[in-house]
């Protein structure tokens, strides 16, 4: 069952998905045709969830039975779509999966606010929150997250783990844009309109847009899922060297013909499911 | 291969005999009475005693005989035994030993005691054919402290509204299982007939359940004002209910875990709770087994298998007839007529 649905998300993905990012659609259509397609991609399980106003943010807390401790997950969506609630599907799985609480912070999104708005909300909601706690996100969250985790290596308030699932981490004006071919989810005509309005003027050569950039000092252990031959594999593995040169324990996992951030698909998708399972590993085994 | 799979069921070859075959054969072993395990048409039925009231009942006049859990058991070449799963009262893994190898059938099973079944015991063995309906971690359960607080907190509202609070849980251990996770104290509880039934023979083997009345075409409603009412998921959804008035629904599953499932079902109210092992509990038993070779029979068998695979086991999964948490399954006595149980 789960194996067929893999097979039909791939040609979904390339033949309807892709083509609707591609659109020049105003914001607001791009945001609830993701809302939509976010429920339909996963299994919603019944958990208890709570919102509560973190460091003047408003964040889902979902509860597992017995939780163990907490996780910071920074949600994607190229800062411009998605939210804690399009995302319930990968955190309640992991929440689930982990024995772990799992805190997703609406943070402001562009074009109504461009960077710095959104790290500085993460900032803020990881100032608030009561430690210590695990790290993570997805896509764009896992840009904020990283950004997140250079300020918190500095001053010396690690996390205890870093889980990322196809990171952000290259803002910067690109040239070879040409491995986008193989992509199949993400056109590029949706990358640069992302890239556009978070960044609005700014041109991503600041350490707080392009976190591989930035510096990684005793940096904890890192959980790192990548699809084969998305167009944000180079930028995994760019930041897996780049966390690895600082002393950090990198585990990646690239999967094999699955559409980039595929773990959203938990418990509809054998692949999905198997990430899952994988993170959750991972943090349970760097619980203090 | 001490057991083989077969069109018919699990086989064992040294023996000559199936473990809950799902097409009619000379011996069968049965691990417990749900009808997806226990089918008619066999010629020599062997169950734990625990096992075989119910089994009787629900199959009618069948050639059975009892062992009791721990008890050898020779057949042809091969040495059996039964040991309890903690799924529902009598319900067994059956451990079959040729020649110093062992294989277990789990059956269903629970790893976490509850009140009614006996408790799961582990058994060592090299090769392990288990169930998996829950096999995917979001299925983490509460322990039975918070799910009995939950139950008795919805029934308790339900009162001082002035409404019934009628929950949709299999006759055969699920039902007897939330009798024994409530408070009585609260009011009476009503049964459906097909839970009912199934009371009457388990209190006749003496498993301890608090009273229940059964609902006839004479019950008053009147007179059991906020009264728990227990039936199969099946006739919370047809006209049974109407004659309560107003009423509150709730479904007793593993599966309330998954919001789809509860909409589908249009109850009110879901109450995460199983007779079979979570996440954690199919990885313990695994575990604790110390087998090479596992083999996933029914649920989420193809994440299962890669999930063991990672871990290091051999792992395969097989296709079985077994559905599982009989939520939407045919519940054997739900069937019955109605009507039927009014001349009871």
């Known amino acids: ?288 | 291969m001490v057991l083989e799979f077969k069109d018919e069921g699990i086989y064992c070859p040294s023996g000559d005999f199936y473990i809950d075959p799902w097409r009619p054969v000379e011996r069968a072993l049965i691990t417990h009475g749900h009808a997806d395990h226990a089918r008619w048409g066999h010629r020599y039925y062997l169950a734990t005693e625990a096992a075989g009231p119910v089994m009787r009942h629900r199959l009618g006049d069948i050639a059975l005989d009892g062992i009791a859990f721990g008890e050898k058991r020779q057949i042809g070449d091969a040495i059996v035994t039964f040991h309890p799963a903690g799924h529902v009262p009598g319900s067994a893994q059956i451990r079959v030993e040729h020649r110093g190898e062992v294989w277990v059938v789990s059956g269903d099973y629970k790893t976490v005691a509850d009140r009614l079944s006996e408790p799961f015991e582990p058994v060592r063995c090299h090769a392990f054919i288990t169930e998996c309906t829950f096999g995917l971690p979001v299925f983490d359960w509460e322990d039975d402290a918070i799910l009995s607080a939950q139950l008795n907190t919805w029934w308790q509202t339900c009162r001082d509204n002035g409404q019934h609070a009628a929950i949709g849980a299999y006759s055969l251990g699920k039902a007897q299982r939330v009798m024994t996770m409530v408070d009585p104290s609260i009011g009476p509880i009503l049964t459906h007939g097909a839970v009912e039934n199934t009371n009457e023979v388990l209190r006749a083997q003496g498993v301890p359940l608090p009273a229940s009345v059964r609902v006839t075409r004479d019950t008053d409603v009147k007179a059991t004002p906020g009264a728990l009412i227990i039936a199969p998921p099946s006739a919370l959804a047809g006209s049974w209910l109407r004659k309560f008035g107003s009423v509150s629904t709730g479904i007793a599953s593993g599966w309330m875990r998954l919001r789809g499932v509860r909409r589908r079902r249009a109850a009110e109210r879901g109450f995460v709770i199983s007779d079979h092992a979570d996440w954690r509990g199919l990885n313990d038993a695994i575990r604790e087994t110390g087998a090479e070779r596992v083999f996933a029979t029914h649920g989420y068998t193809a994440t299962f298998k890669d999930w063991l695979t990672e871990q290091g086991y051999d792992a395969a999964v097989v296709e079985t007839e077994y559905e599982g948490d009989a939520l939407d399954a045919a519940d054997t006595d739900a069937d019955a007529p109605t009507e039927a149980e009014t001349v009871t």
């Open chain 1, 1 to 288: 069952m789960s194996q067929v649905f893999d097979r039909i998300r791939r040609f979904t993905t390339r033949y309807v998905d892709r083509p609707i990012l591609a659109l020049p659609l105003p914001v607001g259509i791009h945001r609830s045709l993701f809302a939509l397609q976010a429920k339909l991609m996963t299994t919603e399980v019944e958990v208890a969830v709570r919102w509560q106003d973190v460091g003047g943010v408003p964040t889902r807390i979902v509860s597992p039975p017995r939780p163990k401790g907490r996780l910071l997950w920074l949600h994607g969506g190229g800062f411009v779509l998605g939210s804690p609630d399009t995302h319930a599907g990968l955190t309640d799985h992991l929440a689930l999966a982990s024995g772990l609480e799992v805190w997703t912070p609406r943070y402001r999104r562009a074009p109504e606010h461009p960077w710095p708005a959104a790290p500085d909300d993460v900032r803020s909601v990881a100032q608030a929150m009561p430690r210590p706690f695990h790290l993570g996100g997805d896509s764009a969250g896992g840009n904020l997250a990283l950004v997140l985790l250079a300020q918190a290596l500095t001053d010396g308030r690690a996390p205890l783990s870093v889980t990322l699932i196809s990171p952000v981490v290259d803002l910067r004006e690109r040239q070879d844009d040409s491995r986008t071919d193989a992509e199949m989810l993400l056109p590029r005509a949706f990358l640069h309109r992302c890239r556009a309005a978070y960044l609005r003027d700014a041109d991503g050569r600041d350490r707080r847009q392009s976190p591989v950039l930035a510096e990684f000092p005793g940096c904890p252990p890192v959980h790192l899922e990548l699809s084969a031959r998305e167009v944000l594999e180079p930028d995994g593995m760019a930041i897996a060297e780049r966390l690895e040169a600082a002393g950090a324990t990198v585990h990646l996992h690239v999967e094999p013909k699955t559409p980039h951030d595929y773990p959203l698909c938990a418990g509809r998708s054998s692949a999905a499911d198997m990430a899952i399972l994988r993170m959750a590993k991972h943090l349970e085994a760097h619980q203090p």
